[in-house]
């Protein structure tokens, strides 16, 4: 299944979610993830700009793999692929990818405030050493360009690409963190 979604960089929160209000966006929560990477030890799937997640998100649990349909220029992606489940336990879907040889890259956390407008959500998502983003979620990417029309943004300044991506953009390697939470970023060891 193809995710469809894009992301703005360095939003004003305030106005944005002023926006969002004034439009009659719904807000649906203000909560916190945490999830767990993984890969297999040789890091092929990183390679595939690939990844397999673990995510409690308050009310659910998932596990899901991601892939980046990457474009030629390594811009910006063309999308993304998703399959995910829920499943009952975030302890148990770890030890399971672990009991089956894939290996934990990292442990991280983030803040994600969830707006919604007919069937388009918009995420405010606060991450560890980065500055708050806006991700929009949608059906097709007509909604996409609507949302984006009806929040007045620029459509040159959005962004098809992951949170790893925002990262690298920051000059920040997640592959060099064990666990990278607002309270803690430890820095594996090598």
Known sequence: MEEI???FLNIDVEEIESKLK??????????????KVYDYPDLRLNDQGA???????GSQVTMGFKQRKMSDDGANDVG????????????????????????????????RVRWTLDTIEFDIDYW?????????EAGSWKDIDKAIKILDLNPDD??????????????????????LTFDSQIKKSN
Do not use: C
């Not at 439009?23 to 649906?28: D, I, P, Q």
């Not at 990844?51 to 998100?57: A, F, G, H, S």
């Not at 098809?160 to 990262?167: E, H, L, R, W």
């Open 5 to 7: 979604e894009v992301k």
């Open 128 to 136: 560890p050493l980065l500055k708050p983003y806006l991700e929009i």
């Open 22 to 35: 004034s439009l009659g966006a719904k807000k649906e929560f203000d909560q916190k993830y945490r999830r």
């Open 158 to 179: 959005k962004k098809i690409f992951s949170t790893f991506q925002v990262y690298q953009l920051e000059g920040i390697n997640e592959l060099e963190y064990d666990i």
């Open 51 to 57: 990844w397999i997640r673990v995510r409690d998100e």
């Open 80 to 111: 993304m692929k998703e399959i995910e489940i829920k499943v009952d336990s975030f302890d148990k879907a770890w030890q399971f990818l672990e009991a089956v040889g894939l290996k934990q890259k990292f442990y991280e956390e983030n803040r």
